[in-house]
């Protein structure tokens, strides 16, 4: 399967900051971390500034897979309205998963701060709107929930977004200072190789081939049949992730993304903030710190690991079609914004769960191992919630928030 496919942004623009080497001895450590990409980073960031015996291990490149096609749009907001996930979740874990996104967002302020490179961190507000009737009144009950529990927010309407957008809005929650975009590829560098400065080991082109208990301990063992036992392991996969239980925890989507280049002016996007719209499979922009364009969406669902969708090459002319529509809908959003030129155009496969919570924690039949399963939009901000909980869950803390992201729920 093609995790990732096209003309990929971050590694093209930072080619390989850091390369490891693949493991060629039998090691032990304390815990061991299965995946390298951010998820994996972040983990790892967390664990061995707690001074935890840390290992990290990749089977390809280290932030090679779905790290390299996000667009890593940093929101407090979940793809389930806190409305839809009180319904699911109850008001009290709603809205503290609401909080924890939000508080990740500057926690990733605090740890670019710490790492000397910010890593093309930036703060942003935030527009999530619908240009049609029917949604309204949803959006306004939204706003209203949202500004009961302390969100900075704001309605915009028909009376007053011609001010700010080029685009028609019947109806927008405008959150101020609720999020934020990185470069998450130079961010998953940046963090391993805090981590390693800390005693990690990170090791990529190193493939995990089975997993065997031995007397209370897990001995995990590569390709090249070297070993690695650890007192715990935790699973940082992404999309692979799902193979190690017996759970439906995710639905598989490919997702596109388009950038331009560098543009200089942005008449008619209020603050360059983050936008998404309230369709089901929506559609969502951001502006890097070199002034591009990003926007994404289209989604399609993958079906078998053997599907067409699941195994998309690059020049299919689904892929070509996908591109084609979002490059006309960010012109027809923003027809002042001048001589728009795409200079990337890659895909990618994300998994969403049902509540669009992430999964953190421990699960009942294999109690050896973390789990840290960050899908859905808010992908980065959940690693950095889970890299925290297992952390504390690992040192005896047992944090009452891993509930809201448990598989029991």
């Known amino acids: 399967m093609n995790l990732v496919s096209g003309k990929l942004f971050w590694t093209n623009i930072d080619g390989i900051p850091n390369k490891y080497s693949y493991l060629s001895e039998d090691i032990c450590c304390d815990v061991l971390i299965i995946g390298g990409g951010i998820t994996g980073a972040l983990c790892a960031y967390y664990f061995a500034n707690a001074g ?87 959006l306004k009950e939204e706003f209203d929930m949202r500004k009961k529990c302390g969100f900075d927010v704001e309605l915009i309407d028909e009376s007053n977004y011609k001010d700010r957008f080029s685009f028609p809005i019947k109806c927008g929650i405008y959150s101020k200072n609720g999020g934020g975009g990185i470069n998450p590829y130079r961010f998953t560098h940046a963090l391993l190789a805090n981590a390693s400065d800390k005693g ?20 995990a063992v590569t390709k090249n049949g070297f070993k690695i036992k650890a007192n715990k392991i935790l699973i940082a996969e992404g999309f692979e992730s799902r193979k190690r239980i017996n759970k439906n925890v995710a639905k598989f989507t490919r997702s596109f993304t388009i950038v331009t280049k560098p543009i200089e002016n942005f008449r008619g996007w209020n603050n360059k903030c983050i936008i998404r719209d309230s369709e089901i499979i929506y559609t969502y922009l951001r502006v890097t710190a070199d002034n591009r364009i990003m926007i994404g969406g289209e989604d399609i669902e993958i079906g078998g690991e053997r599907s067409k969708i699941c195994n998309l090459a690059d020049d299919d002319w689904l892929a070509n079609e996908k591109y084609k529509i979002l490059e006309e809908k960010l012109k027809l959003m923003f027809p002042y914004i001048n001589n728009i030129q795409i200079d990337y155009r890659f895909n990618g496969l994300f998994g969403e769960t049902k509540d669009s919570l992430p999964y953190i924690g421990v699960h009942k039949d294999m109690p050896n191992y973390y789990f840290c399963m960050g899908y859905g939009s808010n ?17 005896g803390k047992n944090p009452k928030e891993l509930s809201v992201f448990g598989f029991d729920r």
């Open 52 to 138: 935890i015996n840390t290992v990290v291990v990749d089977k390809n490149i280290i932030g090679y897979g779905s790290t390299s096609a996000s667009t890593s749009i940093l929101q407090y907001e979940i793809d389930t309205n806190l409305i839809g996930l009180k319904r699911k979740v109850g008001m009290d874990n709603a809205v503290k998963a609401f909080k924890l996104c939000q508080e990740a967002v500057y926690d990733i302020e605090g740890i670019v701060n710490k790492l000397g490179d910010k890593c093309d961190f930036i703060l942003n507000d935030c527009l999530y709107y619908t240009n049609k009737f029917k949604d309204v009144a949803k």
């Open 200 to 219: 990690a080991l990170v090791y990529e082109n190193t493939e995990i081939v089975s997993i065997l208990s031995e007397e209370g301990s897990e001995v």
């Open 379 to 395: 992908g980065i901000l959940y690693n950095v919630i889970g890299g925290q909980l297992l952390r504390d869950l690992h040192i």
